[in-house]
Every structure is written in structure tokens, then in C-alpha cells.
């Protein structure tokens, strides 16, 4: 399904490399991976879809999408904050949640923010420096940011931004691959939880904000040689998809956000995914089925071709990490290797540390 404009004239869509995954492939990517999931609530979905699709190849409900701080969901469980302390929209808000396969072999935590960088934040960074080092970080923190810290969030935001990408420079090892997901797009009438009923006049101006955040953001997260995936531009015409509330979205809108994750995540270690024939208007090249994922149609193999994931080793795959470049001002941080142009042993399991127990650090 391709998503357009009111009195757009209807075009072809073009082509993309987004695959869709089904769980066992997740399994494959993510084997013996630790990830961590920074960001409000969009991020929790973001953690809930992933955390779904690891175990088995079905959407997320109205309801899981909608539960905030909830003990369970799907085998995970809450570690800190929800309902373990004071479900609020205020900016102390905290929720930690872990999920841990029964193998052993994959590790996904999730931090609420309600800032992108602040004394919480580095709290967070100390324990991921003292626990098992991460593989993934994706993280996200904009309208929380721009909407609730006073007049000059905007400068605010800008200082944090550059704070938080320092110190994540200065904390993650080389090996780890930070994904920044831009702020997908606003409605024009936001009545998200997030935004008090005294801060309502700001929704007008916070459509355009968010656009300028996310300029802030890409730029200042490819200065530092983070990956950037921009979901307000792949989200820009899915206006079906995002709830009344003008904020939130709804799961198939979350399911297509994590073959995009996915998929830039698998390229960025090198890693070659498998090629499918789909059915017609459901392929990679439209946004995505509003509906159940169709199953793939089954292909010839040829001797000697893989039927699942693969990795090359020593294949330069040259990627643009940031859609904004602009030249650093000031003195130049320490360059971190490109993952896109690195050699990663990514199923070489003998030389991967013991399964992770589960057990949070500390």
C-alpha cells in the first residue's frame, strides 16, 4: 500500500532495501546481542515490537501498545519504576523493563527518558559501563525535550544533544552501534499524555519544532559517527497509521519501523539478508501492510546459496551515517570506526562471551 497526499497524483513507488523479518531471522541477527532501548514512549513500542518479534511473527495489540509500566509483557519484566512505583506523566517518570530469551542468547532492555541527557541519564550510563557492554543502542528523546523544560527548550535540547553524543562516545566500546531514530511526525492536534493541559497552546509550534530537532539531532549524531534512521521521513505519509492522539501509532506503523531497524542494522554489521518474492503492493518498496505480514513466497535455491542470514566478511559497504552533513565546529571528536566498513564476527560464537544470564548488573 503506498501512502500519499489528498489530490497527489498517485506514482511508483521506488524501490527499497528494506526486508521484512520474520522471528527466527530476528533470532539469527540478534544472537547473542545485547540490546538497549532509550526514549518515551514511541521507544517503548519500538522495544515491545522487537521484544515480540524475537519470539514469534504476530503484531502487537491496541492493548500492549497502549499499557504503560505494566509488571510482564510477552516473557519480559518490569525491573524498575511503572507499577513498581507511581504511574505519572510528570518528568521523574521511570520505567526500566528487561526481556531475556529461555535460551539465553538475547538480551533487550528498554530506559524511559523524559530528557536526552540529564543526572538519570548518566546513572543509566554507569550501569551499562559496569553490566555487560551493549552491542545496539538505539535511542530517541525530542518532544519530551522541546515541550516540557521552559522557554529555551530548543537550546537546551541542542547542549543535550551534544552532551549525551559525547558521552556516549566516551562510555560505548568501538564494537557498539548506536542507531539515533529521528522523532517520527506530529499531528496537527497532539493530546498526548506527555503535553499538560497548560502547555496545550505550545502543540501548534511543536510540529515545526520536532522537524528542527531532528535537523539538530542528525547532524550532531553523524558529527560523532552515530547511525541516523529517519522516521519522519519514512512516516511522513502513513497518517492513517498514527492514533487520534496525534503522537502514538499504531502497530503495523511499528512493525514496519522495525524491518527499517532491522535492515539498517543488518548492513551496518555486514550482514547479507535473505531475497524474497512478495506479493504485488506489499513488497520493500511501499511503506507498509496495513494488516497481518503476508508469508513470503518460497523461492529456488541454488547449491550453495543461503536460505537465512550471512555474513561477509571483509566487504566494504560505504553508508552515509547522518542525511545532514555539516562540518564540525570546535575541536573534532574521537573518530569512531564505521560500522558499515568494519569486519565483524557476528555468529563466530566461540569467540562471544558466555550467554547472557539475564541478571541485572549490580
Known amino acids: 500500500m503506498v501512502f500519499r497526499l489528498e489530490n497527489e497524483e498517485p506514482c511508483r513507488p521506488q524501490r527499497s532495501n528494506m526486508v521484512r523479518f520474520q522471528a527466527s531471522e530476528v533470532q539469527q541477527l540478534l544472537h547473542n546481542k545485547f540490546v538497549v532501548i532509550l526514549g518515551d514512549s514511541i521507544q517503548r513500542s519500538v522495544y515491545k515490537d522487537l521484544v515480540l518479534l524475537l519470539q514469534k511473527d504476530s503484531l502487537l495489540t491496541a492493548a500492549q501498545l497502549k499499557a504503560k509500566g505494566e509488571l510482564s509483557f510477552e516473557q519480559d519484566q518490569l525491573v524498575a519504576g511503572g507499577q513498581l512505583g507511581e504511574l ?101 492536534r497532539i493530546t498526548g499524555g506527555f503535553l499538560l493541559p497548560e502547555l496545550q497552546p505550545l502543540a501548534g509550534s511543536l510540529r515545526r519544532d520536532v522537524v528542527e530537532g531532528n535537523f539538530y539531532s542528525a547532524t550532531l549524531a553523524g558529527d560523532h559517527c552515530f547511525d541516523v534512521l529517519d522516521l519522519h521521513f519514512h512516516f511522513r505519509h502513513a497518517v492513517r497509521h498514527r492514533h487520534r492522539d496525534g503522537v502514538h501509532w499504531d502497530q503495523h506503523a511499528h512493525r514496519h519501523l522495525s524491518h527499517l531497524l532491522l535492515t539498517h542494522v543488518a548492513d551496518a554489521w555486514g550482514v547479507e539478508l535473505p531475497k524474497r518474492d512478495y506479493p504485488h503492493g506489499c513488497g520493500p518498496g511501499v511503506n507498509f501492510v496495513p494488516g497481518p505480514v503476508p508469508p513470503p513466497v518460497p523461492s529456488p535455491v541454488c547449491h550453495g546459496q543461503h536460505r537465512g542470514l550471512a555474513v561477509h566478511r571483509g566487504m566494504s559497504r560505504c553508508v552515509h551515517n547522518s542525511p545532514y552533513h555539516m562540518p564540525r565546529m570546535g575541536a573534532p571528536c574521537r573518530q569512531r570506526p564505521r560500522h558499515s566498513d568494519r569486519l565483524i564476527h557476528t555468529y563466530k560464537l566461540d569467540r562471544r562471551p558466555h550467554a547472557h544470564s539475564g541478571t541485572w548488573p549490580g
Do not use: K
Open 88 to 188: 505519572h506523566n510528570g518528568t521523574q517518570y521511570r520505567e526500566v523493563r528487561q526481556f531475556c530469551s529461555g535460551s539465553g542468547h538475547h538480551l533487550v532492555r528498554f530506559y524511559f527518558l523524559t530528557r536526552v541527557y540529564s543526572e538519570y541519564l548518566e546513572g543509566v550510563l554507569e550501569e551499562l559501563t559496569y553490566g555487560p557492554a551493549p552491542d545496539l543502542v538505539i535511542i530517541n528523546s525530542c518532544l519530551w525535550d522541546l515541550s516540557r523544560y521552559g522557554r529555551c527548550s530548543m537550546e537546551s535540547y541542542r547542549e543535550n544533544l551534544e552532551r549525551v553524543f559525547v558521552r556516549m562516545d566516551q562510555v560505548l566500546p568501538d564494537s557498539c552501534l548506536l542507531v539515533w531514530n529521528m522523532a517520527m511526525p506530529l499531528g496537527e
